[in-house]
């Protein structure tokens, strides 16, 4: 019960319940407090915004400094204490502050795990490729807090899902202060690692393939429900798709070492984005609400096949001591560029040509990234390797 890699799980399950419980209640708190959609948006448009900058400053932080459980404690903290202040107040100017401390102090938490997890992986025996099996728990925390979170709030009030994310966050907190990290000896400098990351083509690639990603995945989130509304489609049955997609990502996680020794990260990486275009396609073409309804068990495939790659890929480009600061970068362009980017581009594309144009759009938009990636990548990969500078 106490193996590290039982904490790594009990820590994915216990934050993404946390996340569950919160996330998707935010916008109905806020509209309980009386503020109009465009406030709303506003709100909600903080959280991607903050973590362009907030992953990659601690991430940063923690491998220059060598403390990353201080950093990882440090940042979990803040943002309970702000969740806390964001409950009570009511005020739009002093709703904007906390949420945006939320922001800045709960985007790097996840990648700060995602390396502890991975550093506990190598070591000794070297099963990275089981990360997918650790993170799968947070897909079941997911599944299990958002309805007794929304039950809760029906029950007994809209603070209620703040509730169970500090509860849930605290569990996150003592787990996290007793989990094993390890800090990896670097044979240079903090900013000399830099260099080199910043020297490596094939780490640009990566990330102009994450925005894809990213860009995709909010185009997803965000405009959905409106186009299944538009379909026909009952509130219920747009709570389904969630549970769809919920279950969608389950087998993935757990095959997904599977699929990694097999396939490697890069090759998971075009599964996951071919699969995207499929989903987009597929949407854009839907009738009827139980079509939509059944493409979202591709979620597996084009989230969470995508989101082990990206973790498994960023630390294969790491140089050595920082993992922590590629896991940050990755997140921040994956949730904070492509999030914005999706969410913008999305409104407007929706308003003007609707659900159909959009997801098609989207679903040609990823294609041609694939094919670029296929191409440059390969070109990359028959280059020889950036050397690591010297020590200092």
Avoid at 236 to 265: D, H, I, N, Q, Y
Wanted: proline residues 5%.
């Amino acid at each position: 019960m106490s193996s590290p890699l039982f904490k790594a799980k009990a820590i994915y399950f216990l934050f993404y319940a946390a996340g569950a419980a919160l996330a998707p209640f935010l916008p109905i708190f806020y509209k309980s407090l009386g503020f109009p959609a465009g406030q709303i948006g506003l709100l909600l448009s903080i959280t991607p915004l903050l973590a362009l900058g907030g992953a990659p400053f601690w991430g940063g932080l923690a491998d220059a400094s060598r403390r990353h459980r201080l950093v990882l404690l440090g940042t979990m903290s803040a943002a309970m204490l702000a969740v806390a202040a964001l409950s009570q107040m009511r005020v739009f100017w002093l709703l904007a502050l906390c949420a945006a401390v939320y922001a800045f102090f709960s985007s790097p938490i996840i990648p700060l795990i995602d390396n502890t997890v991975l550093g506990i992986l190598a070591s000794p025996e070297g099963r990275c490729a089981d990360y997918g099996k650790q993170r799968m728990w947070g897909a079941v925390g997911w599944g299990l807090a958002a309805p007794l979170a929304g039950w809760l709030a029906g029950r007994m009030g809209q603070t209620w899902p703040f509730v169970v994310y500090l509860a849930a966050m605290a569990g996150v907190l003592l787990v996290g202060s007793r989990i094993p990290m390890r800090v990896e000896l670097r044979g240079h400098s903090y900013w000399s690692g830099m260099r080199l990351l910043l020297s490596d083509r094939r780490w640009f690639l990566f990330l102009a393939v994450i925005l894809l990603c990213g860009v995709g995945s909010a185009v997803i989130s965000n405009y959905l429900f409106l186009d299944m509304a538009d379909l026909g489609a009952s509130q219920g049955t747009m709570g389904l798709s969630l549970s769809v997609a919920t279950l969608g990502e389950m087998p993935v996680l757990f095959f997904s070492g599977w699929m990694l020794r097999k396939w490697g990260s890069r090759g998971l990486l075009v599964i996951g984005m071919a699969a995207y275009v499929v989903r987009a396609m597929g949407l854009s073409l839907a009738a009827v609400p139980w079509q939509a309804l059944a493409l979202q068990g591709l979620h597996g495939l084009t989230f969470s096949a995508v989101w082990v790659a990206g973790v498994s890929y960023a630390s294969e480009l790491a140089p050595k001591g920082l993992g922590a600061t590629a896991q940050g970068l990755m997140g921040s362009v994956y949730f904070g560029i492509g999030g914005i980017s999706g969410s913008l581009l999305g409104g407007v594309v929706f308003e003007h040509f609707g659900g159909w144009m959009l997801f098609r759009g989207s679903a040609l938009m990823e294609l041609a990234g694939l094919v670029l990636f296929l191409a440059a990548e390969r070109r990359l990969r028959a280059r020889p390797a950036v050397q690591a500078p010297p020590g200092g």
